[in-house]
């Protein structure tokens, strides 16, 4: 939807990222050079890896029943997480937008906190609470539950790092829509959840779609919490980016299985970003 | 949502805004409209927000018919012994309060089609899905839409996203009409448009209406009454052909677009004004005076003739004191009006004069230049100070 009104009244905003293609072009022009080594240094690694790939390995590599279980597992496990983290982060994203000043501030550090920490910290602080001796562990333990090293730590350890992608996305997104349709919904006879369904969340589309985006592709690359809380067994915990470490590492095992599975794993990831560009364009507003 | 229809809507409202103190009471009868007038920062966004629910009362009550949309602890000496209690606070929800509001902006919902945004309000409020698309199908008929009903907001000029933010607002069967500026935002000629919409599909609701706006042109179209706001209180209430017709102080005059001068009444149809260069008496129409007493002069800025003072009958010139409705005066400054220049004289300064271009033109007017100014009587409205 490209159409714009001939005159008249624009609700939100004006539109004023059209810049002029001449003033655009004001700027120092040496900067093109360190842009240029930026471009480079993110792309130059995935071109080496293209270009060291044995290609006659790849079928072999990426069919084999290790490769297709890890990816299976990953793919399931990044997708249970993304739905918990829609579950929990939307409503999250909208009590931060909502709340005044204070309590935002506070709340948007305790989200961002595991978006810099490093996720390491984050499996040994999972392992703090969850695991045998831990806060909450050892009573599930006496429950006869026990998290660490199973599919639900996998899952647990990539919401963990993952949900903060999802509400700070979200959560700008509900304050640059803002309140004023919802004061216009609820004046109409709307109640509060018609409103959030009707108004608030397909207005905070675009973020929502981004965020659950970002979400999944940091929930299917989770390495370091998943090593340390869920462990590296086959089949349970496995997911791929354990299974490129294992090959990599692994005895008897080529380097060349890794670098094919990276490779798929980059190519989940490049087919994640297209897709969440074809829905951005489209997307309301 | 038709609780109450057939009921009025009853206001006291006192809210603070820092230093800033609204006290306003009002009264509208279902099927009348209300203008409040007023210039920025009289307190108008805070009365309707009052009404609407968008803001707390600090005393005072919001009822429509037998309804209470809110109320805050009473305030002493209020007007209401027994009757209602008033032991608390109350604030019906914004969702239940039934209230229309339709203001500059349309905010329609940028994501719904101009059917959907039509059809919120009855689908918000329990309508079948089909009986709510109907519904806004005829609303959006009547506010001569018909065959844009599939266009997303974006899609459509300022003029017709207004017609639909009416369409929608009327559609949710509100029990009171709020109109914020409605059509602040539009080019005049939609705005006229828009503003005999509003009318016509008013005339068919039988619901109070408060109009709030800055343009008397908005209240002379739309509105029985008139109330003036100035500083959080309404100085001046009353049928808009009195209010605008003839306004009380030089505060409503300004509003209303005409000069209002003061005196002495020197017969039942003359006031005695005075000015730098000697008294002028202006004779009218309208109230029979009381020679001696205090009286007020309206009349509009457009009614008084400009001649150029050489070319001025001989006889005028020869008398020392000018005739009835007459005087001179030397141009002080000269501003761009409605399709002509607006005239202030050094004598006069708060009198002002507005003669169509082609006059402009032909008196060739310049600072300093001294023109003679005539008024008729029939043009000029006389009333004893209050």
Redesign the interface.
Known sequence: MTTTAPDGIRAGASDTRRDDPVAARRFPLWLYVPAAVGVAVLALPLVALLVRLDWRQVPGAVASPAALQALTLSLATAAIATGVCIVLGVPLAMVIARSSKGVAAVLRTLTTLPLVLPPLVGGIALLALLGRNGLFGETLGVLGLRIPFTTTAVVIAQTFVALPFLVITVEGSLRTAGTRYETVAAGLGARRFTVFRRITLPLAAPGLIAGTVLCFARALGEFGATALFAGNSAGTTRTMPLAIYTAFNGAGVSEDTAIALSLMLVLVAVAVLVLMRSWREDAPR | ?TSAAGGGLDARVVAGVGDFRLDVELAVAASEVLAVLGPNGSGKSTLLAAI???RALTAGIVRVGERVLSRAPSIGGDDEPGGVDDSGAADV?????????LGQ???????LTALENVA??PR??GSARREARDAASAWLDRVGLAGLERR???????????RVALA??LA?RPDVLLLDEPFA?L?VQTAAAMRRLVAEQRATLAIPTLLVTHDPLDAIVLADRAAILHDGRIVQQGPTAEVLGHPRTPFAAALAGVNLLTGVAVARDAVRVASASGPIVLRGTGETLRVGTPASVVFSPASVHARAAASADPSQAADSAPADNAWLGAVASLEPSRGGVRIVTDQHPDLAIDVPSTTAVALDLSTGATLAFHVAPADVSVRELS
Do not use: I, W
Not at chain 2, 105 to 111: A, E, M, S, W
Not at chain 2, 152 to 162: D, E, I, K, T
């Open positions: 949502m609407a629910g968008h929800d914004l969702a239940e309060r039934s209230v229309g509001l902006h349309p905010l329609l919902f940028p994501h919120f309000g918000a409020q997303l907001p974006s899609a459509l000029s300022g003029g017709q996203q207004q929608r607002t949710a935002a080019d």
